[in-house]
């Protein structure tokens, strides 16, 4: 299955969830087995030979891949929240979106300095939640190996703010 029979399983959605958004649902592509796994394969390929310890999955669309992406890799798995969803003592980052902003957090005892850590995600708009997904997993002295996401979209150009960073994508609008 191509990156192009995945993209034709994504539905777009105008006008949610404000005016003006364009939204891309992954829905019609989680449900179809085949175009799933495929699209876990995908993401996966690019990092295949890289030494990674642990899979960082980003609330909440990102679990759904980095969850599988973990196992496959044989990894631990930890995941980044939103503010006031990890039981235990945080770090946090607010972050822009491309339709306001929010706030992070990640369990500070999640990853041990030098642990090489795979930061996934089901969307690369602007780059705001994964820049601070960056900053969380730097702070905790993590080495980001690469950004692994499903969907880009290229015309809000994320992935310049990402610059010098290993990042990649299976399907780009």
Known sequence: MSAETLRAKIREIPDFPKPGILFYDITTLLKDREAYKES?????EPYRGEQVDLVVGMESR??????PMAY???TGLVPVRKLGKLPAETLTVEYALEYGSNTLEIHRDAIAPGQRVLIVDDLLATGGTVRGTIELVER??????????LVELDFLKGRDRLEGRKVTSVVRY
């Open 72 to 74: 496959e890799l044989g």
């Open 62 to 67: 990102g679990f759904i891949f980095s969850a």
């Open 140 to 149: 905790l002295k993590g080495v980001v190996v690469g950004l692994a996401f």
């Open 40 to 44: 876990i394969d995908l993401m996966l």
